[in-house]
T-cell receptor, first 107, second 122 residues
Framework: DIQMTQSPSSLSASVGDRVTITCRTS??????LNWYQQKPGRAPDLLIF???RLQSGVPSRFSGSGSGTDFTLTISSLQPEDFATYYC?????????FGPGTKVDIK | QVQLEQSGAEVKKPGASVKVSCKVS????????THWVRQAPGKGLQWLGG????????IYAQAFQGRVSMTEDTSTSTAYMELSSLRIEDTAVYYC???????????????WSQGTMVTVSS
């Protein structure tokens, strides 16, 4: 199975801050990497797919980059509605695996 | 637009089975890959299995092999996930999630349901 790590596991930030979350995989997955946002009590929402492609309707302040084993999710200017937990997920092979999540909360 | 409606919360005893349904509307079930993902309280996301359009079959995570079964009833546009031999640690919210069988989001969990809480307790 492909192992996923994320860093940091949590962070505190202020509205307007630039936030960067890193995801690493135990094997080369090319660009088969997706990012999800989950708010408390709700199902996850797809943000980014294929490492850098923005899902329809997702604000342009979200961006993804990377390939191989190292990936990044960036929020260019954090907004109040962005406080949530973010998960990366690989779609290169089964089982589909998720990172452990990064919780972004208010400083 | 795809919409997913799951069945209600369940409470089961250890050793029992649970069957969760996911009704699809707005799209044909045969044009979607349906997956099941669970989340234990306060924990992360775990994939149980789903339809692989490349191979045309349902794939199960090794961790659940022999205990999970995923089926579809196209006449009612409903997908089902049955988990047997339940353990306390199977307590979780179970989500169905779909993606188109073709197109750029084929490899994602594109649309998620609201989730079904399954509690396993003696």
């Amino acid at each position: 199975d492909i192992q996923m790590t994320q860093s940091p596991s949590s962070l505190s930030a202020s509205v307007g801050d630039r936030v960067t979350i890193t995801c690493r995989t135990s094997q080369n997955i090319g660009r088969h990497l997706n990012w999800y946002q989950q708010k408390p009590g709700r199902a996850p929402d797809l943000l980014i797919f294929a490492a850098f492609r923005l899902q329809s309707g997702v604000p342009s302040r979200f961006s993804g980059s990377g390939s191989g084993t190292d990936f990044t999710l960036t929020i260019s200017s954090l907004q109040p509605e962005d406080f949530a937990t973010y998960y990366c997920q690989q779609s290169s092979s089964t089982p589909r695996t998720f990172g452990p999540g990064t919780k972004v909360d208010i400083k | 637009q795809v919409q997913l409606e799951q069945s209600g919360a369940e409470v089961k005893k250890p050793g029992a089975s649970v069957k969760v349904s996911c009704k699809v509307s707005g799209f044909s079930l045969t044009e979607l890959s349906t997956h099941w993902v669970r989340q234990a309280p306060g924990k992360g996301l775990q994939w149980l299995g789903g339809f692989d359009p490349e191979h045309g079959e349902t794939i199960y995570a090794q961790a659940f092999q022999g205990r999970v079964s995923m089926t579809e009833d196209t006449s009612t546009s409903t997908a089902y996930m049955e988990l047997s031999s339940l353990r306390i640690e199977d307590t979780a919210v179970y989500y169905c999630a779909t993606s188109p069988r073709s197109g750029p989001t084929i490899e994602t969990f594109h649309i998620w349901s609201q989730g079904t809480m399954v509690t396993v307790s003696s």
